[in-house]
């Protein structure tokens, strides 16, 4: 076991294994991709992360090469990093990182929209005095 070195502000992807922060909400390319387990996230850059040696995978999008990602503390399996892409309309993954959601959980202030509606319920009735 490692630890992880880099800290990240904001709204933040970890580890689901340990807690490492991954990523940040701000550098999400697209939530429409697919990983082994399911739905995943494309990112422009991740820390925390160890990158496998890169190899040829046929992918949704066609042949690649792509290193696997893992925790550098936990070892967990996270997703792949994109090091080559094989069409020009692919080029712009080159470098960015694919983290499957299942690997993750959102940290550092995050609040749904049920919370969000909750709280201001809670305000409201703090200010005219609705006893619960």
Request: aromatic content about 10%; proline content about 3%.
């Amino acid at each position: 076991m490692g630890k992880f070195t880099e800290y990240l502000e904001g709204k933040v992807y970890s580890c689901i294994g340990c807690r490492a922060n991954l990523a940040k909400h701000t550098d999400i390319v697209s939530k429409q991709y697919e990983g082994t387990s399911g739905p995943a996230y494309l990112f422009k850059n991740a820390v925390n992360v160890r990158c496998s040696p890169p190899q040829c995978a046929m992918l949704f999008s066609g042949q690649h090469t792509v290193s696997a990602i893992s925790c550098t503390t936990c070892s967990s399996e996270l997703g792949w990093k994109y090091v080559r892409v094989s069409s020009p309309q692919q080029k712009y993954k080159e470098g960015s990182y694919l983290i499957e959601s299942a690997y993750t959980v959102k940290e550092n202030r995050w609040e749904d929209s049920f919370s969000k509606s909750l709280l201001k319920l809670h305000r409201q009735n703090s200010v005219t005095g609705v006893k619960k």
